[in-house]
Protein backbone atom coordinates (compact mmCIF):
# COMPACT_ATOMS: atom_id res chain seq x y z
CA UNK A 1 0.00 0.00 0.00
CA UNK A 2 2.84 2.20 0.77
CA UNK A 3 4.78 1.80 -2.45
CA UNK A 4 1.81 1.93 -4.39
CA UNK A 5 0.89 5.84 -3.75
CA UNK A 6 4.99 6.51 -4.02
CA UNK A 7 4.43 5.03 -7.48
CA UNK A 8 1.43 6.58 -7.47
CA UNK A 9 3.14 9.85 -7.05
CA UNK A 10 6.24 9.02 -8.95
CA UNK A 11 4.00 8.41 -11.92
CA UNK A 12 2.34 11.81 -12.04
CA UNK A 13 5.60 13.44 -11.53
CA UNK A 14 7.05 11.33 -14.60
CA UNK A 15 4.28 12.42 -16.41
CA UNK A 16 4.27 15.81 -16.14
CA UNK A 17 8.08 16.48 -16.43
CA UNK A 18 10.23 16.59 -19.57
CA UNK A 19 13.19 14.67 -19.31
CA UNK A 20 12.76 10.50 -17.71
CA UNK A 21 15.39 11.90 -15.49
CA UNK A 22 13.04 14.21 -13.34
CA UNK A 23 11.97 12.30 -10.24
CA UNK A 24 9.83 13.95 -7.13
CA UNK A 25 12.03 15.88 -5.08
CA UNK A 26 10.34 16.59 -1.00
CA UNK A 27 10.71 19.90 0.07
CA UNK A 28 12.78 19.69 3.77
CA UNK A 29 13.58 21.64 6.69
CA UNK A 30 17.25 22.40 7.88
CA UNK A 31 18.34 21.23 11.02
CA UNK A 32 21.97 22.05 12.62
CA UNK A 33 23.57 18.90 12.40
CA UNK A 34 26.17 19.89 15.16
CA UNK A 35 27.19 17.38 17.37
CA UNK A 36 26.54 17.73 21.04
CA UNK A 37 28.89 16.88 23.90
CA UNK A 38 25.96 14.75 26.13
CA UNK A 39 24.57 12.70 23.09
CA UNK A 40 25.16 9.04 23.00
CA UNK A 41 27.46 7.65 19.74
CA UNK A 42 25.11 5.47 18.88
CA UNK A 43 21.93 8.12 18.21
CA UNK A 44 24.51 10.33 17.17
CA UNK A 45 25.27 8.12 14.23
CA UNK A 46 21.85 7.78 13.49
CA UNK A 47 20.78 11.07 13.69
CA UNK A 48 24.23 11.83 11.30
CA UNK A 49 22.52 9.16 8.63
CA UNK A 50 19.11 10.66 8.67
CA UNK A 51 19.89 14.38 9.08
CA UNK A 52 23.08 15.27 8.77
CA UNK A 53 24.74 13.22 6.17
CA UNK A 54 24.74 15.22 2.45
CA UNK A 55 25.13 12.70 -0.11
CA UNK A 56 24.94 13.83 -3.81
CA UNK A 57 23.66 11.01 -5.86
CA UNK A 58 23.32 12.43 -9.77
CA UNK A 59 20.90 11.26 -12.13
CA UNK A 60 21.89 10.68 -14.70
CA UNK A 61 25.18 9.17 -13.20
CA UNK A 62 28.41 9.17 -15.14
CA UNK A 63 30.05 6.21 -14.62
CA UNK A 64 33.57 7.15 -16.67
CA UNK A 65 36.49 6.13 -14.55
CA UNK A 66 37.85 2.98 -12.59
CA UNK A 67 35.91 1.58 -9.61
CA UNK A 68 37.96 -1.02 -7.26
CA UNK A 69 36.53 -3.37 -4.08
CA UNK A 70 37.41 -2.39 -0.90
CA UNK A 71 38.12 -5.40 0.28
CA UNK A 72 37.38 -9.31 -0.19
CA UNK A 73 33.32 -9.65 -0.86
CA UNK A 74 31.08 -12.34 -0.18
CA UNK A 75 29.10 -13.50 -3.09
CA UNK A 76 25.90 -16.70 -1.72
CA UNK A 77 27.60 -20.00 -2.12
CA UNK A 78 29.41 -19.03 -0.74
CA UNK A 79 31.84 -17.21 -3.66
CA UNK A 80 34.75 -14.83 -2.29
CA UNK A 81 36.42 -12.59 -4.49
CA UNK A 82 37.30 -8.92 -5.79
CA UNK A 83 36.28 -6.62 -8.53
CA UNK A 84 37.79 -3.92 -10.51
CA UNK A 85 35.27 -2.27 -13.14
CA UNK A 86 36.21 0.48 -16.23
CA UNK A 87 34.15 2.25 -18.08
CA UNK A 88 34.78 4.27 -21.00
CA UNK A 89 32.88 7.63 -22.15
CA UNK A 90 32.03 5.86 -25.19
CA UNK A 91 29.45 3.24 -23.20
CA UNK A 92 32.33 0.48 -23.27
CA UNK A 93 33.43 -1.31 -20.34
CA UNK A 94 35.73 -3.29 -19.14
CA UNK A 95 35.54 -5.60 -15.98
CA UNK A 96 37.49 -7.75 -13.87
CA UNK A 97 36.20 -10.61 -11.45
CA UNK A 98 39.09 -12.59 -9.58
CA UNK A 99 37.27 -15.67 -7.42
CA UNK A 100 39.29 -17.43 -4.74
CA UNK A 101 39.26 -20.30 -2.39
CA UNK A 102 39.22 -18.58 0.74
CA UNK A 103 37.76 -15.56 2.71
CA UNK A 104 41.04 -13.58 2.87
CA UNK A 105 41.46 -13.56 -1.23
CA UNK A 106 45.23 -14.39 -1.04
CA UNK A 107 44.74 -17.45 -2.67
CA UNK A 108 43.39 -17.19 -6.49
CA UNK A 109 41.19 -19.62 -8.20
CA UNK A 110 40.59 -17.88 -11.39
CA UNK A 111 40.15 -14.64 -13.29
CA UNK A 112 37.16 -13.61 -15.44
CA UNK A 113 37.75 -10.52 -17.81
CA UNK A 114 34.75 -8.93 -18.88
CA UNK A 115 34.32 -6.39 -21.98
CA UNK A 116 30.98 -4.83 -23.68
CA UNK A 117 28.74 -2.23 -23.69
CA UNK A 118 26.42 -0.25 -21.49
CA UNK A 119 23.38 2.11 -21.55
CA UNK A 120 21.71 4.27 -19.18
CA UNK A 121 18.07 4.13 -19.86
CA UNK A 122 16.11 5.87 -17.08
CA UNK A 123 15.69 6.64 -13.55
CA UNK A 124 13.98 3.57 -11.63
CA UNK A 125 10.45 3.71 -11.20
CA UNK A 126 10.35 1.16 -8.98
CA UNK A 127 13.79 1.82 -7.05
CA UNK A 128 13.96 5.44 -5.80
CA UNK A 129 17.24 6.68 -6.80
CA UNK A 130 18.79 4.33 -8.65
CA UNK A 131 19.37 4.70 -12.83
CA UNK A 132 17.86 1.42 -15.07
CA UNK A 133 20.43 0.12 -17.85
CA UNK A 134 21.10 -1.95 -20.41
CA UNK A 135 24.32 -3.86 -21.30
CA UNK A 136 25.64 -6.19 -24.05
CA UNK A 137 28.45 -8.50 -23.76
CA UNK A 138 31.39 -8.59 -26.15
CA UNK A 139 33.88 -10.91 -24.87
CA UNK A 140 34.44 -13.32 -21.44
CA UNK A 141 36.98 -14.87 -21.31
CA UNK A 142 38.67 -16.83 -18.04
CA UNK A 143 42.08 -17.13 -17.19
CA UNK A 144 42.98 -20.02 -13.87
CA UNK A 145 45.25 -20.14 -11.21
CA UNK A 146 45.59 -23.56 -10.99
CA UNK A 147 45.44 -26.99 -11.96
CA UNK A 148 42.31 -27.82 -10.08
CA UNK A 149 40.22 -24.74 -10.66
CA UNK A 150 40.97 -25.64 -14.37
CA UNK A 151 39.72 -29.05 -14.01
CA UNK A 152 36.60 -28.08 -12.30
CA UNK A 153 34.82 -25.48 -14.79
CA UNK A 154 36.22 -27.94 -17.94
CA UNK A 155 33.50 -30.36 -15.90
CA UNK A 156 30.95 -27.76 -15.72
CA UNK A 157 31.44 -26.82 -19.35
CA UNK A 158 31.69 -30.54 -21.26
CA UNK A 159 27.82 -30.64 -20.81
CA UNK A 160 26.95 -28.10 -22.85
CA UNK A 161 29.97 -26.03 -24.22
CA UNK A 162 32.13 -29.23 -24.41
CA UNK A 163 35.89 -27.69 -26.10
CA UNK A 164 35.79 -24.28 -24.69
CA UNK A 165 38.02 -25.63 -21.68
CA UNK A 166 39.87 -28.59 -23.00
CA UNK A 167 39.44 -31.38 -20.86
CA UNK A 168 42.45 -33.09 -19.56
CA UNK A 169 44.74 -30.74 -20.91
CA UNK A 170 47.55 -29.52 -18.28
CA UNK A 171 47.19 -26.02 -16.49
CA UNK A 172 49.08 -23.59 -18.61
CA UNK A 173 49.63 -20.14 -16.43
CA UNK A 174 48.76 -17.06 -18.53
CA UNK A 175 45.98 -18.92 -21.25
CA UNK A 176 42.57 -17.02 -21.70
CA UNK A 177 39.87 -19.73 -22.46
CA UNK A 178 36.94 -17.68 -24.54
CA UNK A 179 33.46 -18.29 -22.84
CA UNK A 180 31.76 -15.81 -24.84
CA UNK A 181 32.10 -14.24 -28.14
CA UNK A 182 29.05 -11.92 -29.07
CA UNK A 183 30.56 -12.07 -32.82
CA UNK A 184 31.49 -15.81 -33.06
CA UNK A 185 27.97 -15.85 -31.32
CA UNK A 186 29.07 -18.25 -28.77
CA UNK A 187 28.43 -18.43 -25.24
CA UNK A 188 29.16 -20.78 -22.56
CA UNK A 189 28.91 -18.21 -19.71
CA UNK A 190 25.66 -20.22 -18.33
CA UNK A 191 27.19 -23.34 -17.79
CA UNK A 192 29.28 -21.34 -14.77
CA UNK A 193 26.73 -19.65 -13.66
CA UNK A 194 27.59 -16.18 -14.91
CA UNK A 195 25.98 -12.74 -15.76
CA UNK A 196 26.31 -9.37 -15.61
CA UNK A 197 22.72 -8.52 -15.05
CA UNK A 198 24.39 -6.17 -11.88
CA UNK A 199 25.01 -3.79 -14.63
CA UNK A 200 21.08 -3.53 -14.98
CA UNK A 201 20.46 -1.55 -11.89
CA UNK A 202 23.28 1.40 -10.74
CA UNK A 203 23.19 4.35 -8.67
CA UNK A 204 26.44 6.75 -7.78
CA UNK A 205 27.12 8.26 -4.44
CA UNK A 206 29.19 11.14 -3.60
CA UNK A 207 29.68 11.95 -0.31
CA UNK A 208 32.19 14.64 1.62
CA UNK A 209 34.32 13.41 4.53
CA UNK A 210 34.51 16.75 6.44
CA UNK A 211 36.86 15.43 8.58
CA UNK A 212 39.14 13.80 6.33
CA UNK A 213 39.02 16.78 4.15
CA UNK A 214 37.70 14.11 1.00
CA UNK A 215 35.44 13.11 -1.11
CA UNK A 216 34.96 9.32 -1.52
CA UNK A 217 32.51 8.28 -4.59
CA UNK A 218 30.81 5.00 -4.31
CA UNK A 219 29.00 2.77 -7.22
CA UNK A 220 26.39 0.62 -6.35
CA UNK A 221 25.37 -2.08 -8.83
CA UNK A 222 22.19 -4.70 -8.96
CA UNK A 223 22.47 -7.31 -5.81
CA UNK A 224 23.32 -10.89 -6.95
CA UNK A 225 20.56 -13.74 -6.27
CA UNK A 226 20.95 -15.58 -3.28
CA UNK A 227 20.17 -18.75 -5.14
CA UNK A 228 22.53 -19.52 -7.80
CA UNK A 229 20.08 -21.43 -10.20
CA UNK A 230 17.92 -18.38 -10.38
CA UNK A 231 20.66 -15.79 -11.50
CA UNK A 232 20.21 -16.37 -15.20
CA UNK A 233 16.69 -14.75 -14.61
CA UNK A 234 16.67 -12.74 -12.30
CA UNK A 235 16.73 -8.54 -12.55
CA UNK A 236 18.19 -6.67 -9.30
CA UNK A 237 15.71 -5.03 -6.85
CA UNK A 238 18.56 -4.53 -4.62
CA UNK A 239 22.16 -2.98 -4.16
CA UNK A 240 25.39 -5.76 -3.67
CA UNK A 241 29.26 -4.36 -1.40
CA UNK A 242 29.61 -0.75 -3.15
CA UNK A 243 32.76 -0.15 -5.83
CA UNK A 244 34.53 2.83 -4.74
CA UNK A 245 36.20 4.74 -7.01
CA UNK A 246 39.98 4.43 -7.49
CA UNK A 247 40.69 8.21 -7.59
CA UNK A 248 37.68 9.45 -4.64
CA UNK A 249 38.09 5.89 -2.47
CA UNK A 250 38.32 5.99 1.28
CA UNK A 251 41.75 6.19 3.25
CA UNK A 252 43.38 4.13 4.57
CA UNK A 253 42.52 1.37 1.76
CA UNK A 254 45.72 -1.14 1.87
CA UNK A 255 43.56 -3.60 -1.05
CA UNK A 256 42.46 -0.45 -3.42
CA UNK A 257 46.06 -0.08 -4.63
CA UNK A 258 46.59 -3.72 -5.28
CA UNK A 259 43.26 -4.78 -6.56
CA UNK A 260 43.87 -1.16 -8.74
CA UNK A 261 47.25 -2.32 -10.57
CA UNK A 262 45.97 -6.18 -11.05
CA UNK A 263 44.57 -8.03 -14.68
CA UNK A 264 43.51 -11.41 -15.27
CA UNK A 265 46.76 -12.41 -15.09
CA UNK A 266 48.45 -10.97 -11.84
CA UNK A 267 45.48 -11.66 -9.85
CA UNK A 268 45.32 -9.49 -6.47
CA UNK A 269 46.77 -11.01 -2.99
CA UNK A 270 45.49 -9.02 -0.46
CA UNK A 271 47.30 -8.70 2.92
CA UNK A 272 46.40 -10.55 5.47
CA UNK A 273 44.26 -9.53 8.33
CA UNK A 274 44.56 -11.02 11.69
CA UNK A 275 41.23 -12.44 12.64
CA UNK A 276 38.80 -10.55 15.05
CA UNK A 277 37.23 -12.75 18.34
CA UNK A 278 33.39 -12.77 17.71
CA UNK A 279 31.99 -11.11 20.60
CA UNK A 280 28.81 -9.15 19.74
CA UNK A 281 27.82 -8.03 23.22
CA UNK A 282 27.05 -4.24 22.49
CA UNK A 283 25.53 -1.68 20.56
CA UNK A 284 25.78 -1.26 16.65
CA UNK A 285 24.35 0.65 14.06
CA UNK A 286 23.93 0.93 10.59
CA UNK A 287 27.03 2.82 8.41
CA UNK A 288 24.58 3.97 5.63
CA UNK A 289 21.73 4.19 4.72
CA UNK A 290 20.28 0.23 3.36
CA UNK A 291 18.46 -0.92 0.74
CA UNK A 292 16.91 -4.23 0.83
CA UNK A 293 15.29 -5.82 -2.23
CA UNK A 294 12.02 -4.93 -3.22
CA UNK A 295 11.82 -1.31 -2.07
CA UNK A 296 12.85 -0.97 1.29
CA UNK A 297 15.23 1.69 3.03
CA UNK A 298 15.82 1.25 6.54
CA UNK A 299 18.75 1.89 9.34
CA UNK A 300 19.19 -0.72 12.29
CA UNK A 301 20.28 -0.52 15.89
CA UNK A 302 21.00 -3.22 17.83
CA UNK A 303 21.66 -4.22 20.92
CA UNK A 304 23.04 -7.53 22.40
CA UNK A 305 23.64 -8.78 26.04
CA UNK A 306 25.60 -11.96 26.41
CA UNK A 307 25.38 -12.14 30.52
CA UNK A 308 21.67 -13.59 29.54
CA UNK A 309 22.09 -13.82 25.67
CA UNK A 310 19.16 -11.81 24.51
CA UNK A 311 19.20 -9.11 22.04
CA UNK A 312 16.69 -5.78 21.36
CA UNK A 313 16.48 -3.89 17.96
CA UNK A 314 15.20 -0.63 16.60
CA UNK A 315 14.21 -0.46 13.15
CA UNK A 316 13.99 2.46 11.10
CA UNK A 317 12.43 2.55 8.26
CA UNK A 318 12.05 5.38 4.88
CA UNK A 319 10.65 5.90 1.63
CA UNK A 320 14.05 7.86 0.34
CA UNK A 321 17.21 6.26 -0.29
CA UNK A 322 18.98 8.56 1.94
CA UNK A 323 16.82 7.60 4.75
CA UNK A 324 15.32 11.14 5.63
CA UNK A 325 11.70 10.47 5.05
CA UNK A 326 10.26 8.27 7.95
CA UNK A 327 7.46 5.75 7.33
CA UNK A 328 7.41 3.67 10.23
CA UNK A 329 9.34 2.22 13.34
CA UNK A 330 9.99 -1.77 14.78
CA UNK A 331 11.10 -2.37 18.36
CA UNK A 332 11.47 -5.99 18.38
CA UNK A 333 13.77 -8.41 21.07
CA UNK A 334 14.17 -12.18 22.03
CA UNK A 335 16.85 -14.11 22.66
CA UNK A 336 19.99 -16.28 21.01
CA UNK A 337 21.54 -19.48 21.06
CA UNK A 338 24.78 -20.10 21.62
CA UNK A 339 27.27 -19.54 18.56
CA UNK A 340 28.80 -22.09 16.98
CA UNK A 341 31.65 -21.76 13.72
CA UNK A 342 30.15 -22.54 10.21
CA UNK A 343 31.14 -25.39 9.02
CA UNK A 344 29.87 -24.31 4.83
CA UNK A 345 31.00 -20.53 5.38
CA UNK A 346 34.72 -20.24 6.42
CA UNK A 347 35.10 -17.51 9.05
CA UNK A 348 31.56 -17.42 9.70
CA UNK A 349 29.85 -18.01 12.63
CA UNK A 350 26.00 -19.60 13.26
CA UNK A 351 23.22 -18.76 15.66
CA UNK A 352 19.34 -19.06 16.09
CA UNK A 353 18.05 -16.13 17.06
CA UNK A 354 14.13 -16.18 18.57
CA UNK A 355 11.72 -13.13 17.74
CA UNK A 356 9.21 -12.93 20.76
CA UNK A 357 7.90 -9.67 21.28
CA UNK A 358 7.46 -6.34 18.71
CA UNK A 359 6.48 -2.87 18.54
CA UNK A 360 5.07 -0.95 15.71
CA UNK A 361 5.38 3.12 15.66
CA UNK A 362 3.61 4.21 12.29
CA UNK A 363 5.09 7.88 11.03
CA UNK A 364 3.18 8.61 8.12
CA UNK A 365 -0.78 8.79 7.64
CA UNK A 366 -0.83 6.14 4.82
CA UNK A 367 0.89 3.43 7.41
CA UNK A 368 -1.48 4.45 10.28
CA UNK A 369 -4.99 4.11 7.45
CA UNK A 370 -3.14 0.66 6.41
CA UNK A 371 -2.76 -0.65 10.13
CA UNK A 372 -6.37 0.89 11.22
CA UNK A 373 -7.63 -1.25 8.36
CA UNK A 374 -6.57 -4.68 9.75
CA UNK A 375 -9.37 -7.13 10.53
CA UNK A 376 -9.65 -7.61 14.49
CA UNK A 377 -7.19 -9.05 16.33
CA UNK A 378 -4.50 -9.52 14.02
CA UNK A 379 -3.03 -6.13 14.05
CA UNK A 380 -2.61 -4.36 17.73
CA UNK A 381 -5.91 -2.64 18.82
CA UNK A 382 -8.46 -2.39 15.96
CA UNK A 383 -8.88 1.13 15.18
CA UNK A 384 -6.15 2.57 17.76
CA UNK A 385 -3.34 3.51 15.52
CA UNK A 386 -2.08 6.76 15.64
CA UNK A 387 0.65 8.72 13.84
CA UNK A 388 3.77 8.66 16.19
CA UNK A 389 2.03 6.35 18.64
CA UNK A 390 3.80 3.01 19.46
CA UNK A 391 1.86 0.30 20.13
CA UNK A 392 2.62 -3.80 21.39
CA UNK A 393 1.55 -6.01 18.76
CA UNK A 394 2.75 -8.87 20.62
CA UNK A 395 -0.96 -9.59 22.26
CA UNK A 396 -2.09 -10.20 18.89
CA UNK A 397 1.28 -12.88 17.61
CA UNK A 398 2.41 -10.10 15.52
CA UNK A 399 0.16 -7.70 12.67
CA UNK A 400 -1.13 -9.97 9.98
CA UNK A 401 -1.48 -6.82 7.44
CA UNK A 402 2.55 -6.69 7.64
CA UNK A 403 2.76 -10.28 7.37
CA UNK A 404 4.98 -9.89 11.04
CA UNK A 405 4.39 -13.35 12.98
CA UNK A 406 5.28 -14.04 16.46
CA UNK A 407 7.19 -15.37 18.15
CA UNK A 408 9.99 -16.47 15.24
CA UNK A 409 12.62 -18.16 14.72
CA UNK A 410 15.51 -17.40 12.16
CA UNK A 411 18.92 -19.20 11.78
CA UNK A 412 21.72 -16.78 10.82
CA UNK A 413 25.09 -16.44 9.99
CA UNK A 414 27.42 -13.49 11.24
CA UNK A 415 30.72 -12.36 11.39
CA UNK A 416 32.93 -9.66 12.62
CA UNK A 417 35.64 -7.99 11.53
CA UNK A 418 37.42 -5.09 12.09
CA UNK A 419 38.04 -2.03 9.32
CA UNK A 420 41.05 -0.11 9.02
CA UNK A 421 40.64 2.20 11.42
CA UNK A 422 39.86 -0.05 14.19
CA UNK A 423 36.29 -0.26 13.97
CA UNK A 424 34.76 -3.07 15.16
CA UNK A 425 31.84 -4.04 12.30
CA UNK A 426 28.99 -6.59 12.51
CA UNK A 427 27.83 -8.56 9.13
CA UNK A 428 24.94 -10.45 9.55
CA UNK A 429 23.60 -13.15 7.06
CA UNK A 430 22.00 -11.82 3.47
CA UNK A 431 18.15 -11.94 2.92
CA UNK A 432 16.90 -14.53 1.03
CA UNK A 433 16.18 -12.49 -2.34
CA UNK A 434 12.55 -14.46 -2.70
CA UNK A 435 11.56 -12.43 0.47
CA UNK A 436 11.23 -15.51 2.24
CA UNK A 437 12.90 -15.46 5.92
CA UNK A 438 15.96 -18.12 7.03
CA UNK A 439 13.86 -19.89 8.97
CA UNK A 440 15.03 -23.36 8.54
CA UNK A 441 18.85 -24.42 8.71
CA UNK A 442 18.77 -25.30 4.91
CA UNK A 443 17.68 -21.49 3.98
CA UNK A 444 20.78 -20.15 6.67
CA UNK A 445 22.80 -17.26 4.21
CA UNK A 446 26.05 -17.93 2.69
CA UNK A 447 26.86 -14.25 2.41
CA UNK A 448 26.45 -10.93 4.16
CA UNK A 449 24.79 -7.75 4.07
CA UNK A 450 26.19 -4.10 4.90
CA UNK A 451 27.65 -4.03 7.99
CA UNK A 452 26.95 -2.50 11.13
CA UNK A 453 29.44 -0.37 13.28
CA UNK A 454 29.62 -1.03 17.03
CA UNK A 455 28.76 2.41 18.60
CA UNK A 456 29.05 1.46 22.45
CA UNK A 457 31.04 -2.12 23.44
CA UNK A 458 29.33 -2.17 27.38
CA UNK A 459 25.65 -2.55 27.59
CA UNK A 460 26.09 -2.34 31.21
CA UNK A 461 25.36 -6.17 32.32
CA UNK A 462 21.96 -5.18 32.71
CA UNK A 463 19.26 -7.67 31.65
CA UNK A 464 16.97 -6.52 28.29
CA UNK A 465 14.01 -5.23 29.72
CA UNK A 466 10.80 -6.75 28.29
CA UNK A 467 8.77 -6.73 31.30
CA UNK A 468 5.22 -7.96 30.54
CA UNK A 469 5.46 -8.34 27.10
CA UNK A 470 7.83 -10.91 26.94
CA UNK A 471 6.17 -14.11 25.76
CA UNK A 472 7.57 -17.64 27.56
CA UNK A 473 10.09 -19.41 25.85
CA UNK A 474 8.85 -22.01 22.97
CA UNK A 475 10.49 -24.10 20.40
CA UNK A 476 7.70 -24.34 18.12
CA UNK A 477 9.33 -24.64 15.16
CA UNK A 478 7.47 -20.86 13.16
CA UNK A 479 6.81 -20.91 9.49
CA UNK A 480 5.40 -17.61 7.88
CA UNK A 481 3.27 -17.82 4.83
CA UNK A 482 3.32 -15.51 2.20
CA UNK A 483 0.18 -13.08 2.44
CA UNK A 484 -2.00 -12.10 -0.26
CA UNK A 485 -1.47 -8.59 0.08
CA UNK A 486 1.22 -6.53 -2.29
CA UNK A 487 3.53 -5.87 0.67
CA UNK A 488 4.91 -8.38 2.90
CA UNK A 489 7.08 -7.65 5.34
CA UNK A 490 8.50 -10.63 7.60
CA UNK A 491 10.26 -10.31 10.61
CA UNK A 492 14.23 -11.37 11.20
CA UNK A 493 16.99 -10.03 13.18
CA UNK A 494 19.03 -8.96 10.44
CA UNK A 495 16.44 -6.26 8.51
CA UNK A 496 13.48 -7.39 10.75
CA UNK A 497 10.94 -6.55 7.69
CA UNK A 498 11.27 -7.45 3.57
CA UNK A 499 9.10 -5.91 1.20
CA UNK A 500 8.32 -8.32 -1.62
CA UNK A 501 5.89 -7.80 -4.06
CA UNK A 502 3.84 -11.12 -5.14
Known amino acids: MLLRAWIFGSLIAFASGSKLWEVPVRQRKHHSTGKLHWEPRCQYQLRHLQDGARIAAPLPPRLDGHWISTGCEVRPGPEFLTRFYTFYPNRFFKAYQFYYTDRHCRDPSFSLVIK ?31 QKAMKEAAALLNGTCAGAVPWGRPWTPGTVYELLSAKAERDCTAALGFTMHELSLVRLEKQYHQKQGMMVAELFLGDIHTEKRDRIHYRPTGYQRPLQSALHHIHPCPACGIIYRSNEHHPPILPFTPETPFRMSGKWVSAHCELRPAVLFLTRHLIFYENNQTWEGYYYHFSDPVCRDPTFKIYASGYYTKARPSSKVKGGTELVFRVTMARVTPMEPATVLMLNSSAPGTCGELGSWKLGMEQDITVTNGCTSLGIHLPHTEYELLKIEQDFKGRNLLFLGERPTDGTSPDTPEKRATSYQSPLMQCAMDTGGKAMHISSHRLEITHNHVNPTMLPSPLIIVVGLTSLLVLWWK
Open 116 to 146: GKIRLRQASWIIRGATEAEYHLQKVGIVFHS
